[in-house]
């Protein structure tokens, strides 16, 4: 189907030069943040959790309420 050198064609036009895999490496770094960011956002997921388990909590309780108004 293919011979050896279409493969290695295949190969090099897929897979980025090293030059090229460090340049994107270095140009993407990781955001910094502040401590009173990193706390607000530490803050906000623990919100999103509590309303969360809040949520199940609720609808737990109206099931098991229905359960002992019908039992």
Not at 19 to 35: L, M, S
Not at 40 to 50: M, Q, R
């Amino acid at each position: 189907m293919f011979d050896d050198n279409e493969n290695r064609e295949l190969w090099r036009v897929s897979s980025p030069e090293p030059e090229e895999a460090e340049q994107e490496r270095q140009t993407r770094r990781e955001p910094e943040y502040t401590p009173q960011q990193r706390r607000w956002a530490a803050l906000g997921a623990l919100k999103a959790a509590l309303l969360i388990g809040a949520a199940y909590l609720v609808g737990l309780g109206i099931i098991i309420g229905l359960m002992v108004l019908f039992w």
